[in-house]
């Protein structure tokens, strides 16, 4: 904790946080920082639910029904919160969707030559596990039509 002449206090998370502020490093400047995250866009920054987590210094006589209707509240207010910032998340990947796979195809196509051994084996590839699927499917069928048959020979003994 650090306390500064017009006593606003700070308090840190761990060590890094702190040795980071001492050395003066603007947060929203440094990458793994939320400052950071909030202020290039890659986290919600305004939300309703943030208004929530705020910190409330009343103090309120202890009731265990309101408790108990506190902590639902506070599931119900996380369980929104998460699904708006997956909604968030999935609205901000959608457009590089698009943009990684244009990449991809510049790479392959710089890089053409180092995938001609991998296209030449593909179809021996490919042979090899339809025929493994095939040899499957028929050691299935057969141990399927072993049981129909131990199956029927039981019946007619008890007849």
């Given at each position: 904790?650090?306390?500064?002449?017009?006593?606003?206090?700070?308090?840190?998370?761990?060590?890094?946080?702190?040795?980071?502020?001492?050395?003066?490093?603007?947060?929203?400047?440094?990458?793994?920082?939320?400052?950071?995250?909030?202020?290039?866009?890659?986290?919600?920054?305004?939300?309703?639910?943030?208004?929530?987590?705020?910190?409330?210094?009343?103090?309120?006589?202890?009731?265990?029904?309101?408790?108990?209707?506190?902590?639902?509240?506070m599931?119900?207010?996380?369980?929104?919160?998460?699904?708006?910032?997956?909604?968030?998340?999935?609205?901000?990947?959608?457009d590089?969707?698009?943009?990684?796979?244009?990449?991809?195809?510049?790479?392959?196509?710089?890089?053409?030559?180092?995938?001609?051994?991998?296209?030449?084996?593909?179809?021996?590839?490919?042979?090899?596990?339809?025929?493994?699927?095939?040899?499957?499917?028929?050691?299935?069928?057969?141990?399927?039509?072993?049981?129909?048959?131990?199956?029927?020979?039981?019946?007619?003994?008890?007849?």
């Amino acid at each position: 904790m650090f306390v500064r002449n017009d006593s606003k206090t700070f308090r840190f998370c761990r060590s890094k946080c702190h040795r980071n502020f001492n050395r003066k490093r603007n947060p929203r400047k440094v990458a793994w920082t939320k400052a950071y995250r909030k202020t290039r866009g890659k986290e919600l920054a305004v939300d309703s639910t943030f208004e929530f987590e705020k910190r409330r210094n009343r103090p309120v006589k202890y009731d265990r029904n309101l408790m108990g209707k506190t902590i639902m509240a506070m599931q119900r207010v996380q369980d929104i919160k998460e699904r708006r910032e997956e909604r968030f998340h999935a609205n901000r990947m959608k457009d590089a969707k698009p943009e990684k796979v244009s990449q991809a195809r510049v790479e392959i196509e710089k890089h053409a030559e180092l995938l001609a051994p991998a296209v030449a084996k593909r179809e021996e590839v490919m042979h090899n596990i339809l025929d493994s699927a095939r040899e499957r499917i028929a050691t299935r069928r057969v141990a399927k039509e072993k049981a129909v048959a131990r199956g029927a020979g039981g019946q007619q003994m008890e007849e």
